[in-house]
């Protein structure tokens, strides 16, 4: 189960997108408080930059989908700012069709919503010969199709969204494949690691130079430490070469992870402890 927060003050949490925005909906079940004020932002940019700032406590950002895999924007972001994970939560995603109240799915010609979703629906799309326009956000898009009154457009979002903003439901779990969940990561300015912690994040990059990722992944391979997740990010203004996000279980407090982490400083360039910090529950 997600953590138990008792708090007097609010609690501010950021998240990238309207409300009814998937970002929104697991910011609600990892914080179960009453006195939480969530805080929408325009791009991932911005949640990082609201917590950076002061202006949130916390940011909840989806880092992987089980169906498009990671987000390159948050694993640059998680690299480049002086934040750090402390928690997680994945969520299972199911999209639905939403329109003007009184529009019909054989009259819908164009669909909006955030390019991730898109591409979780595709099949969907094809399908229908509907015109996909991407959009910020899921919920935005949904917003988007609320303030304009033309029945010819639809959007892919949440059941909230529908909710959120007066539309109705056409059709229900547009998604390609029914397995489809979201990690989210939870980021704040505090780099803490909790007594549970059972998993490690790591950002790193590689010195130029033959077999320097199979030295690097060694570190872990002769302690017998599991790599839970890993991903390449493309180096801007470098190309071809690639920075690496890295999940391994257990917490850094550990002797052989700490001990896996010095090893990875003497051979990479540069290293970053994204966060340790207790595997999220999945919520479907």
């Not at 999209?95 to 009184?102: E, K, Q, S, T």
């Not at 909230?160 to 229900?172: F, P």
């Not at 060694?218 to 203004?237: E, K």
Request: proline share 4%; aromatic share 10%; charged share 25%.
């Amino acid at each position: 189960m997600s953590p138990t927060f008792k708090r007097k003050r609010k609690l501010k949490v950021a998240f990238q997108g309207e409300k009814g925005a998937y970002s929104e909906i697991a910011a609600m079940r990892f914080f179960p408080l009453k006195n939480l004020e969530l805080i929408p932002c325009k791009t991932f940019a911005d949640v990082f930059h609201a917590v950076e700032k002061g202006k949130a406590d916390n940011g909840m950002v989806p880092v992987e989908n089980t169906l498009n895999g990671g987000i390159r924007e948050v694993f640059n972001l998680l690299d480049e700012e002086p934040l750090y994970v402390h928690g997680e939560i994945k969520l299972k995603i199911s999209h639905v069709l939403l329109a003007m109240n009184g529009a019909k799915f054989s009259n819908i010609k164009k669909v909006y919503s955030h390019p991730q979703a898109l591409l979780q629906c595709r099949k969907f799309i094809r399908k229908a010969k509907l015109t996909p326009v991407e959009f910020y956000d899921t919920a935005g898009a949904a917003k988007f199709v609320s303030e304009n009154n033309d029945r010819s457009i639809a959007a892919i979002a949440s059941e909230a969204a529908a909710e959120d903003y007066g539309l109705a439901v056409l059709k229900r779990r547009l998604e390609s494949d029914g397995n489809n969940f979201t990690r989210f990561l939870v980021i704040s300015r505090k780099y803490s690691v909790s007594k549970n912690a059972d998993k490690t994040t790591v950002i790193f990059s590689l010195r130029n130079m033959p077999g320097a990722l199979h030295k690097v992944l060694s570190v872990f391979a002769i302690r017998d430490i599991d790599l839970l997740a890993i991903d390449s990010i493309p180096i801007v203004g470098k190309p071809w070469e690639y920075k690496f996000y890295v999940d391994f279980s257990g917490s850094i407090l550990n002797d052989e992870r700490a001990n896996a982490v010095n090893h990875l400083r003497e051979v990479s360039p540069h290293v970053k402890v994204v966060g340790s910090y207790k595997s999220g529950e999945t919520i479907v």
